[in-house]
């Protein structure tokens, strides 16, 4: 694989929703920050749609596909409810994830071996309605298998236990997400990464060049409340630009 493989970035914009929540008021407005991101250059957006609607709501997502000139990534849990949503109003990506309604924010991947049927038959209603599938699964080998079995094109690898360790325990972690990106290109999948991830740590994950995809949402929408979303997005494409020239 060439050193130079381009890396894209997607942001996700949840946390401009709940801070609107936090007051059922009309702003901020998310839809407005996914405007800024893409003048800013970001190649994506990305909403989790949690079944308690604790911050996106439907009418989000359905503002943000009429009017986006990038691509949506729509994160569901694999709910009936929420893939009939999904193949209504068509994202163009749609990303399957574990959601446990205790959890402040995602706590892991989902477990692909285990709902491997639900998971086969989701990834075919969606990819029916013009829908492309990521599965949002931990760095296991296992679980990347289990994606490509399920039909999905995309693996989602979750960067969570990377993004909170330290030391040895990091590079540890680092290993597993490297061993992961290149298993997914092997099977054919599509890599993405993402969860936890920061201005002083996603250089070593967007230097592995089989992950071709990095979502951000937490600190980089936190920059942005100072920096404002422009200098927010260039400087974190800037860090993920500057990794590709590292060893992966």
């Known amino acids: 694989m060439s050193r130079a493989t381009p890396i894209a970035l997607g942001i996700n914009i ?34 989790h749609l949690r079944e308690d609607r604790r911050h996106i709501q439907e009418g989000d997502v359905e503002a943000l596909i009429a009017r986006l000139r990038t691509r949506l990534t729509l994160e569901i849990s694999p709910v ?33 071996r285990a709902q491997m049927e639900q998971l086969r038959e989701n990834c075919s209603l969606l990819h029916a309605a013009g829908i ?21 094109s995309v693996v989602d690898l979750h960067t969570g236990r990377y993004a909170s360790t330290r030391g040895a325990a990091t590079a ?26 920061s201005y002083q740590n996603v250089h070593a994950v967007a230097a592995i060049q089989e992950i071709v995809e990095i979502n951000v949402g937490h600190a ?29």
């Not at 599938?133 to 490509?148: W, Y």
């Open 132 to 152: 492309r599938v990521a599965v949002f699964v931990d760095p296991d080998p296992g679980q990347v298998e289990a994606v490509a079995q399920a039909g999905a």
């Open 220 to 248: 980089l929408i936190a920059r942005a409340l100072f920096a404002g979303m422009d200098r927010a997005v260039r400087d974190m494409k800037a860090l993920m630009t500057a990794a590709r020239s590292l060893p992966g």
């Open 80 to 112: 009936d409810e929420m893939i009939a949503f999904a193949r209504r109003v068509r994202p163009a990506d749609c990303c399957l994830m574990r959601e446990s309604r205790g959890e402040i924010t995602t706590e892991g991947g989902m477990d692909a």
């Open 172 to 197: 540890v972690e680092l290993q597993r997400l490297r061993v992961a990106a290149r298993l997914g290109v092997s099977l054919g999948l599509e890599v993405h990464a993402g969860h936890g991830l």
């Open 14 to 47: 949840d946390h401009v929703a709940t801070l609107r929540q936090a007051r059922r008021a009309l702003d901020p407005d998310p839809v407005h920050a996914a405007l800024a991101a893409e003048h800013a250059g970001a190649d994506g957006i990305a909403v």
